[in-house]
C-alpha cells in the first residue's frame, strides 16, 4: 500500500492522515485477541493506570507472533518509507488499551519531545502509524489532535509524573489554547481495522474513557535509521536500541495467520 501524492502533500500540511479499513475484520479480530490475552499476562513490558487496569503493553512485537507479523507488515512500513525516504526501524511499540470505564486521560503531549528528551533522537523523523484495534468512537476517549501544530516544532513542556501512573512531557494550557484558536481539534473516528498516521511534532492528547466500550489502538513508533536513538535512558523495551531497518513481512502474512488463528480455535 502506497500514499498517493495527494495523500502525502494533506499529510505535510495538516500533520496528520487516517486511512479506513486498511485491515480486515479478520486481521483485527485475531490481534485484538492477542491484545486482549497479553494484558491478562504479568510482565513488565504491561503498564498498568492507578487503577490496575491495563495501560499500556510495550514491546509485543518482541514477544507475540501475531504483533511481530503486524510491527513489519508492509502496509503500515511502506507509507511511513515513502515520507521520509528512508528505511526504517522500530523505536517504540505498544498497544493502549483505553479500557472500558477505566481507561485514564493521555495529556497534551507532542512525541517526538519525548523521544528528544528521553532518548537523544536526533530530528522528528519518526512518526506514530497506528491500527484501531476497537471501534474508535466520539465517547470512547478517541484520540485528538491539533492540526497543523507540528509546525510549531519542539515545544515547551514540563515533565508531569502525577497525573497519571505514566509519565509524560505535558504542554501547558495557554499553549494548547493558541494551537486551537489556530488549528482547532479532530478526534478521527473508524470501524477497527483503520489506520492513522501523525507527524512526531503533532500535538495530541484523549480524555479518559468512561464507556463500556475499549477502545484499543496500536501504535508503531517508526524512526529512519539514520535518526537513531543516541543516549536512551529509558528501558529497552520502551525505546528500543535495535536499529536493524524492518524487512516487511508478505502483505497476506497476517491474514494466513488470522487464518491459522481461527482453525485452531474451531
Ligand atoms: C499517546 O499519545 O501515546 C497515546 C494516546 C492514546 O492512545 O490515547
Ligand atoms: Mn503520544
Known amino acids: 500500500m502506497l500514499l498517493s501524492d495527494q495523500e502525502i502533500r494533506r499529510f505535510h500540511d495538516e500533520g496528520w492522515l487516517f486511512l479506513p479499513e486498511v485491515f480486515s475484520p479478520e486481521e483485527v479480530a485475531a490481534l485484538r485477541q492477542e491484545a486482549e490475552a497479553i494484558y491478562r499476562e504479568q510482565r513488565p513490558e504491561i503498564w498498568r493506570e492507578k487503577s490496575g487496569a491495563p495501560r499500556t503493553a510495550f514491546a509485543a512485537h518482541t514477544y507475540n ?149 475499549p477502545r484499543k489502538i496500536v501504535y508503531l513508533t517508526l524512526n529512519a535509521v539514520s535518526n537513531y536513538i543516541r543516549t536512551p535512558t529509558r528501558p529497552e523495551w520502551i525505546a528500543h536500541r535495535d536499529f536493524t531497518p524492518i524487512e516487511p513481512v508478505a502483505d497476506d502474512a497476517l491474514t494466513r495467520y488470522a487464518q491459522r488463528y481461527r482453525q485452531a480455535a474451531e
Open 65 to 213: 507472533e501475531a504483533f511481530r507479523l503486524l510491527g513489519a507488515h508492509p502496509r503500515l512500513i511502506r507509507p511511513v518509507e515513502q515520507i521520509f525516504g528512508e528505511r526504517l526501524y522500530m523505536h517504540q511499540f505498544k498497544i493502549n488499551a483505553k479500557a472500558a470505564f477505566t481507561g485514564d486521560v493521555w495529556q497534551w503531549h507532542q512525541d517526538y519531545g519525548t523521544w528528544k528528551r528521553d532518548d537523544g533522537m536526533p530530528e522528528p523523523r519518526a512518526m506514530n502509524i497506528s491500527v484501531f484495534l476497537d471501534e474508535v468512537m466520539p465517547i470512547n476517549g478517541p484520540l485528538m489532535l491539533i492540526p497543523r501544530s507540528q509546525r510549531y516544532g519542539t515545544l515547551d513542556a514540563e515533565h508531569d509524573t502525577a497525573t497519571t501512573s505514566y509519565p509524560l512531557w505535558t504542554l501547558d494550557e495557554a499553549t494548547v489554547t493558541r494551537l486551537v484558536e489556530e488549528g482547532g481539534i479532530v478526534a478521527p473516528t473508524g470501524k477497527p481495522g483503520g489506520v492513522l498516521m501523525f507527524h512526531g511534532n503533532l500535538v495530541h492528547g484523549s480524555a479518559p474513557n468512561i464507556t463500556p466500550y
